[in-house]
């Protein structure tokens, strides 16, 4: 084998180093544990010219090594394929704690195929467990097909992304719990917010047909189910209010206009706030879009809903305005009766400390405004974003 020459040697390791701060960065920025897993096998794989990478991580009980990433074994095995606690080279590395590196690995009497994995190509192996806090979470290992004896520098340098991935493994984890409480405490939030719903719904059912509450109850329902809907395609922890006014005012628009042609245009900042603010808004644009088709631009063939959304520093302004017929003359918000009132009425002042009014506008229609402080949200999610 020719030997290399130093500048060979310097122009490998500074590739080398070059790739580590790629798989350090991409794994900095990797948002759930898939991603993060597909990120450390794909660049390992290049950065050390190998033909595959593969990652075990331990079931919960710590009893087998399930392959949860791959490069070079079938991509089917992912999540299928298992090695009982110390069995073959990568299950020994893992029990052991210790890095192995075989040139012939079907020759070592350690060695245990991974039947139907495609594994029965490749000759070389090197192993090394993934130890995080001191207790070892699983394996990874890289593949040639070729026969190859590691270098002390291939040692070196798996070892070292071995470190980062193992680091990079736990973060996803510790992320991926806080999501999962999050979202717990969200939707136990939201059906809370149902239940109160219902049995204010229940205390006006002498007011109001059982198909009109049902009605009504739907498109609240539909309405918290949007920020999910927005949260789940994002994948943040903010709602983008924006999107959010926009695909309400759809729900109820669609289930409310039958063969009419009400507009409704979305104007305004763009502005992300946290899950708790967004469900708040979107029970607001529901109930205010309901007042409006039902009151102002009852019977209209056509109309226009124009719904604005203004940043002024740390306030945030909604209006709902409509070209419609308006208030009655003798309307004072202060007295008026219905549910939908009284909840936007009770959302802007109990739980975002703002204000509302509901006026009607110089020439014809109606205007709705809800003017909330957002200060201690952006900073809020200002704070939640360095721990991201």
Same mark, same amino acid.
């Given at each position: 084998?020719?030997?290399?020459?130093?500048?060979?040697?310097?122009?490998?390791?500074?590739?080398?180093?070059?790739?580590?701060?790629?798989?350090?960065?991409?794994?900095?920025?990797?948002?759930?544990?898939?991603?993060?897993? !597909?990120?450390?096998?794909?660049?390992?794989?290049?950065?050390?010219?190998?033909?595959?990478?593969?990652?075990? #991580?331990?079931?919960?009980?710590?009893?087998?090594?399930?392959?949860? *990433?791959?490069?070079?074994?079938?991509?089917?095995?992912?999540?299928?394929?298992?090695?009982?606690?110390?069995?073959? #080279?990568?299950?020994?590395?893992?029990?052991?704690?210790?890095?192995?590196?075989?040139?012939?690995?079907?020759?070592?009497?350690?060695?245990?195929?991974?039947?139907?994995?495609?594994?029965?190509?490749?000759?070389?192996? &090197?192993?090394?467990?993934?130890?995080?806090?001191?207790?070892?979470?699983?394996?990874?290992?890289?593949?040639?097909?070729?026969?190859?004896?590691?270098?002390?520098?291939?040692?070196?340098?798996?070892?070292?992304? *071995?470190?980062?991935?193992?680091?990079? /493994?736990?973060?996803?984890?510790?992320?991926?719990?806080?999501?999962?409480?999050?979202?717990?405490?969200?939707?136990?939030?939201?059906?809370?917010?149902?239940?109160?719903?219902?049995?204010?719904?229940? *205390?006006?059912?002498?007011? @109001?047909?059982?198909? !009109?509450?049902?009605?009504?109850?739907?498109?609240?329902?539909?309405?918290?189910?949007?920020?999910?809907?927005?949260?789940?395609?994002?994948?943040?922890?903010?709602?983008? @209010?924006?999107?959010?006014?926009?695909?309400?005012?759809?729900?109820?628009?669609?289930? &409310?206009?039958?063969?009419?042609?009400?507009?409704?245009?979305?104007?305004?900042?763009? /502005?992300?706030?946290?899950?708790?603010?967004?469900?708040?808004?979107?029970?607001?644009?529901?109930?205010?879009?309901?007042?409006?088709?039902?009151?102002?631009?009852?019977?209209?063939?056509?109309?226009?809903?124009?719904?604005?959304?203004?940043?002024?520093?740390?306030?945030?302004?909604?209006?709902?305005?409509?070209?419609?017929?308006?208030?009655?003359?003798?309307?004072?918000?202060?007295?008026?009766?219905?549910?939908?009132?009284?909840?936007?009425?009770?959302?802007?002042?109990?739980?975002?400390?703002?204000?509302?009014?509901?006026?009607?506008?110089?020439?014809?229609?109606?205007?709705?405004?809800?003017?909330?402080?957002?200060?201690?949200?952006?900073?809020?999610?200002?704070?939640?974003?360095?721990?991201?």
């Amino acid at each position: 084998m020719k030997k290399k020459t130093i500048t060979e040697e310097l122009r490998q390791k500074t590739a080398q180093l070059a790739a580590l701060r790629e798989i350090s960065r991409a794994i900095a920025e990797a948002q759930d544990l898939d991603t993060t897993l !597909d990120l450390i096998t794909q660049r390992t794989t290049e950065v050390m010219g190998v033909q595959s990478c593969s990652i075990y #991580l331990y079931n919960r009980e710590e009893t087998e090594l399930v392959l949860a *990433a791959t490069t070079g074994l079938k991509r089917t095995g992912i999540g299928q394929m298992r090695l009982g606690k110390g069995a073959g #080279l990568t299950g020994w590395a893992a029990e052991q704690g210790e890095l192995v590196a075989v040139a012939d690995a079907a020759d070592d009497p350690r060695f245990q195929r991974l039947v139907g994995s495609g594994e029965s190509r490749f000759s070389s192996l &090197m192993a090394t467990p993934l130890i995080t806090r001191g207790k070892v979470i699983g394996a990874a290992n890289v593949q040639t097909t070729q026969y190859h004896v590691f270098s002390e520098d291939e040692i070196e340098l798996f070892s070292f992304i *071995a470190d980062l991935a193992a680091t990079a /493994l736990e973060k996803a984890k510790l992320v991926h719990t806080a999501v999962v409480q999050e979202i717990h405490h969200r939707v136990k939030n939201n059906l809370q917010t149902i239940a109160m719903l219902l049995r204010l719904q229940v *205390a006006q059912a002498d007011q @109001l047909t059982p198909e !009109d509450i049902l009605h009504e109850t739907i498109n609240r329902v539909l309405s918290i189910a949007t920020v999910h809907d927005i949260l789940a395609q994002n994948r943040h922890s903010a709602v983008d @209010l924006k999107a959010l006014v926009r695909q309400v005012a759809q729900i109820i628009t669609t289930s &409310m206009t039958i063969g009419g042609q009400i507009e409704v245009l979305v104007e305004g900042d763009d /502005l992300q706030l946290p899950s708790q603010f967004a469900t708040n808004l979107a029970l607001i644009i529901n109930e205010l879009l309901q007042n409006a088709l039902e009151h102002s631009l009852a019977g209209q063939q056509q109309g226009q809903i124009v719904i604005q959304l203004l940043r002024e520093e740390d306030t945030l302004t909604l209006t709902v305005s409509d070209d419609g017929r308006g208030l009655p003359g003798d309307f004072v918000l202060a007295t008026a009766r219905g549910l939908g009132l009284e909840l936007v009425q009770a959302i802007v002042t109990e739980d975002l400390q703002g204000t509302f009014t509901l006026e009607p506008t110089p020439h014809r229609g109606a205007r709705a405004s809800v003017r909330v402080p957002i200060g201690d949200y952006l900073e809020g999610e200002r704070n939640a974003n360095k721990f991201i």
